[in-house]
């Protein structure tokens, strides 16, 4: 990176993760039937940390992060989000969902919905801001992702960058304390990739913490602070970027990386 | 070194006019008709071509003949006034007793206006017909206001005619006026303040957490009790109007209301049971799917037998549920079921990424089913909604077999009227009411259509 050193600092410093912590996983275990998806996870996520989750395809990488705000229901253990464990109370899932931002592969935007319209229905029906005030905020969400020209036009007639662009402004618009991404430009054409990238590393800069599964290895060693190999339904190996690329420890993320970065 | 192959154009192209075969009468004539045999370039495309040609002058020979007759009947040969008020005679043979010929058929138009009043109205009593008029012009204007895309307001015109205007027209329809007990009222009014203050003092913790659940319920229960409640209020008042009995209600005016009463209440009766056949509740689950099978499971005849014959068996005596009110409910609910099983479809079209990003933004059950799922559900499945609505509106012509007398009944017993009996009566009768319910049907076909292309539109 070419910045200046004092952007540098700034970004440092905004980049910094406290001790408070916002997720905090222990022992949990999922199944699906017969199948046991998720093995004994133990997490803990402080606010301001940035994880990439890694691992091959199946690995249980999505049903973990769907776990945080219970698009799956766990069966064993303990998941606290912001404090509140996660069980069969209604009120406190709604809760937590809205300070639980979501991002998917397939963007799933709202097709009968204009992009404003996409941003400002949660804001005006779970938080319950007057329209004007949440046309304001999906406004100042879309110039972040920078697509505020297209915020009258139906999701079907935007690119696909475009339209994960959207997704990220409507999560955003709930101003979530805590993001995920699950592999958000894995449905991308590859010239789509980077304005979505870029969007993710604005958000980072700014300081939002954020639990990233993708495959996109120069994202990860740019903004991450840990990165996380899952393989099995389990948690492999967890470690800095650097170390996690330069000197992995188990046979198995080393197979790993040598299939993604040999091709 | 230039190579033989090198092209450079020097004047461009300009925009010529496409080929005949593309623009106009004659592209139209040509791709619909004519490209379709014309090709006998191989032995199989000329066989294709000779049976298109003779499949069209077959249709050509077939519909026009039809059509022929069919103006013939209504126009050429139709006997059109009876100035000497002969009644039956003007339509009738020299056999029968009348001036036409022997071979005479045609139709009898004179027949239909003398019944004009009773094909409209049924036995409404003249002096009454203002208040089935205003029924019909608020119907006409109201709807009329709704479906003119300027209108302001047509939300709230909409949400009117879907509210007072049924209350309107049913006191202006029966008179009102109704011998209801009081204890009834008294019992409807306890139980009302009952569940509101259970639900009022729930929703604020006092009787504990399990309570405050069922809130919503006793709220809900507590509205539909206010409605009742004053439903019975509004009905036992004396507006000074003249009581008209529902077995008056007849033709057009009756197929209306019954069709349009259909129409309104099974859609949200089917988007209900819908809801309820896909619920993770499994009692909701069992009981909205045994409803549905349940209906969907006997034929219209019998419900509507058993609404008008088997219905007041059970009913405690002296307790009297009006015979018309128990067929509309019977059509209700048979319909209700149609439209449920519709409606599911449209729901199972919904991709699930759509309920998850619903919920990952934080809405509720009834909000994501409310602004996300049921609007894209809905519109999938309009043509097949639309679909039910015809099939309820036609259906309505079963309840003249249980002596109601809608549009079907009212012609069968207009033409039964001895004054008027001649061959032709029951053929014009027919052709009337087929006329009548081809425009409702096919209005509301293209009115969909129309819908759906401009939603269509503004989603792309
Ligand atoms: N709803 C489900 N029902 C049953 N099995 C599922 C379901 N969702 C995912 N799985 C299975 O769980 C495993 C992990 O899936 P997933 O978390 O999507 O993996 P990843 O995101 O790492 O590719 C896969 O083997 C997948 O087939
Ligand atoms: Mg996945």
């Known amino acids: 990176m070419s910045a200046s050193p004092a952007k540098n600092t700034k970004t440092q410093s905004k980049m910094m993760v406290t001790d408070e912590v916002v997720i905090e996983i222990s022992n949990m275990n999922k199944w699906f039937g017969h199948f046991h998806v998720l093995r004994d996870i133990d997490l803990i996520v402080n606010k301001g940390e940035r994880i990439v989750i890694c691992g091959p395809s199946g690995s249980g990488k999505s049903t973990l992060i769907r776990c945080i705000n219970r698009l799956e229901e766990h069966q064993k253990g303990i998941i606290k989000v912001d404090g509140v464990e996660l069980n069969d109370d209604v009120k406190k899932i709604d809760k937590i969902r809205s300070e639980v931002g979501m991002v998917f592969q397939s963007f799933n935007l709202f097709p009968h919905l204009t992009a404003l319209e996409n941003c400002t229905l949660a804001p005006v029906w779970v938080r319950k801001l007057p329209k004007k005030d949440a046309d304001e905020i999906a406004m100042k969400y879309l110039e972040i992702v920078k697509i505020p020209e297209q915020a009258l036009k139906y999701p079907g007639q935007l690119s696909g960058g475009q339209q ?100 | 070194m230039e190579t033989k192959y090198s092209f450079v154009r020097k004047d ?14 004659t592209g139209w004539l040509w791709r619909n008709l004519f490209s379709s045999m014309s090709n006998f370039t191989t032995v199989t495309s000329s066989v294709q071509s000779i049976l298109m040609i003779i499949l069209t002058i077959w249709l050509l020979y077939f519909c026009g003949g039809q059509l022929i007759s069919i103006i013939d009947f209504a ?47 049924g036995r409404i009593p003249n002096e009454e017909l203002w208040r089935a008029n205003l029924v019909y012009a608020g119907l006409f204007v109201g709807m009329g206001y709704i479906i003119w895309e300027k209108g302001q307001g047509r939300k709230w015109v909409g949400l009117g005619m879907l509210t007072l205007f049924p209350v309107i027209s049913l006191i202006l329809l029966t008179g009102a006026n109704f011998d209801i007990s009081f204890n009834l009222i008294l019992w409807t009014g306890i139980l009302l303040i009952v569940s509101y203050l259970v639900g009022y003092f729930s929703s604020r913790n006092y009787f504990g957490e ?25 009905f036992s008042i004396d507006y000074g109007l003249a009581p008209i009995d529902t077995l008056d209600w007849g033709g057009l005016l009756l197929t209306l209301l019954i069709a349009i009463t259909g129409i309104v209440a099974s859609l949200p009766i089917g988007i209900v049971l819908a809801l309820g056949r896909r619920s993770n509740m499994p009692i909701a689950r069992v009981l909205c799917t045994m409803f549905i099978e349940f209906w969907r499971g006997i034929p219209l005849i019998t419900v509507l037998f058993a609404a008008s014959v088997l219905i007041p068996l059970f009913l405690p005596s002296g307790a009297n549920v009006d015979k018309l009110l128990r067929a509309v409910i019977g059509i209700i609910l048979f319909s209700s079921a149609y439209m449920a099983e519709v409606v599911r479809g449209g729901l199972q079209a919904i991709p699930r990424g759509q309920y998850e990003s619903a919920s990952a933004v934080g809405l509720s059950y009834s909000q994501s089913m409310r602004f996300i799922i049921l609007p894209q559900a809905l519109t999938h499945v309009l043509p097949g909604i639309v679909n039910t609505f015809i099939g309820l509106f036609k259906d309505t012509t079963l309840v003249s077999i249980i002596g109601i007398f809608e549009v079907m009944g009212i012609f069968r017993a207009a033409s039964q009227d001895a004054n008027w009996g001649s061959h032709v009566q029951h053929a014009t009768s027919y052709l009337v009411a087929a006329t009548a319910f081809f425009i409702f049907c096919f209005g509301m076909s293209r009115y969909s259509i129309y819908i759906e292309n401009k939603l269509s539109r503004d989603n792309k």
């Open chain 1, 164 to 263: 994960q662009r959207v997704a990220i402004a409507r999560a955003l618009c709930m101003e979530p304390k805590i993001m995920l991404f699950d592999e958000p430009t894995s449905a991308l054409d590859p010239e789509m990739i980077k304005e979505v990238l870029d969007t993710m590393i604005e958000l980072a800069e700014d300081g939002m913490t954020m639990i990233v599964v993708t495959h996109e290895m120069g994202f990860a060693s740019k903004v991450a602070n840990r990165v996380i190999f899952m393989d099995e339904g389990q948690i492999i190996e967890q470690n800095s970027p650097k170390e996690f690329f330069n000197n992995p420890k188990s046979d198995r993320t080393k197979l790993f990386l040598s299939q993604i970065i040999d091709h």
């Open chain 2, 210 to 234: 399990i309570f405050e659940q069922f809130s919503i319920l006793f709220n809900f229960l507590a509205l539909i009790l206010f409605l009742f409640l004053a439903l019975l209020i509004l």
């Open chain 2, 12 to 25: 461009l192209v300009s925009e010529q006019p496409p080929p005949l075969t593309q623009v106009g009468i």
């Open chain 2, 75 to 121: 126009i050429i040969s139709a006997v059109w006034s009876d100035p000497d008020g002969l009644k039956r005679e003007v339509c009738a043979t020299v056999k029968q007793g009348g001036d036409l010929p022997a071979d005479w058929y045609g139709a009898c138009w004179p027949f239909i206006f003398a019944k004009k009043k009773f094909l409209i109205y």
